[in-house]
């Protein structure tokens, strides 16, 4: 089916530990992009991708890496997990700028 | 500091009667402004777009105002109904000054009471 896909959906991991969030789209969006989603702060970019390598940060990179190979994917790494990147994630994808975004359904992230 | 700002953070009203959110955004590059709305444990889905060469743009229920000037839109609902319970996101862009990437408000939670 045509779309954007998270995986995990839900996540638990303890701190220090990597975790890597996954985001895979169907319809060769050029546009990608990672949201964390927090009480009182809404929807924060994380990093985006105009397209394959290339990316760029967003609001809030501090302890995200992330890489785009293949149009169709955007992994998101925490590379040493942090109890305040409890949160949940979404990945979003446009086909171009002044575009809409279709979002995934989230990956709820816990980091005990 | 915050450049599109959902001033109300909730907002209720009664089956049938309009729903209004409110948006309020500080750059003046921004031409290209955006509704989402989210039900829990999805993620947001598109609702209704404006460029700011249009005032009003409508789609069913659904009606969206510009006012430039002021640099405010608002999402109008009518007539509001239980299923439209759900956190509402404003988001704006622009081509110009590098705000090509869309920014997001802290959103709205609308509950339609029956």
């Known amino acids: 089916d045509a779309g954007i896909t998270q995986s995990p959906r839900y996540k638990i991991t303890e701190t220090g530990r990597q975790v890597t969030l996954m985001c895979h789209q169907t319809?060769?969006?050029?546009?990608m992009f990672w949201y964390r989603q927090d009480l009182g702060h809404g929807l924060r970019l994380i990093y985006y991708?105009?397209?394959?390598?290339?990316?760029d940060k967003g609001e809030v990179p501090d302890g995200y890496v992330v890489s785009r190979s293949k149009t169709e994917n955007f992994p998101l790494t925490l590379e040493s997990a942090t109890r305040s990147q409890t949160s949940v994630y979404f990945c979003?994808?446009?086909?171009?700028?002044?575009?809409?975004?279709?979002f995934g359904d989230g990956t709820r992230l816990s980091i005990l | 500091d915050q450049q599109v700002k959902q001033n109300s953070p909730s907002l209720s009203v009664q089956e049938g009667r309009i729903s209004i959110l409110n948006c309020d955004y500080t750059?003046?590059?921004?031409?290209?402004f955006l509704w989402y709305k989210k039900y829990p444990a999805e993620g947001p889905t598109f609702l209704i777009s404006?460029?700011?060469?249009?005032d009003k743009n409508e789609d069913g229920r659904f009606t969206v105002f510009l006012n430039k000037s002021a640099k405010h839109l608002s999402l109008h609902i009518v007539p509001s109904q239980p299923g439209d319970s759900a956190v509402y996101f404003c988001?704006?862009?622009?081509?110009?000054?590098?705000?090509?990437?869309?920014?997001f408000g802290r959103g709205t939670s609308l509950i339609v009471h029956p």
């Open positions: 404006i460029s700011s060469i249009k």
């Open positions: 319809w060769s969006h050029s546009y």
């Open positions: 991708s105009a397209a394959a390598d290339i990316t």
């Open positions: 979003a994808s446009s086909a171009g700028v002044n575009q809409p975004q279709h």
């Open positions: 988001a704006a862009s622009g081509l110009g000054g590098g705000s090509y990437i869309p920014t």
């Open positions: 750059n003046s590059m921004f031409d290209y």
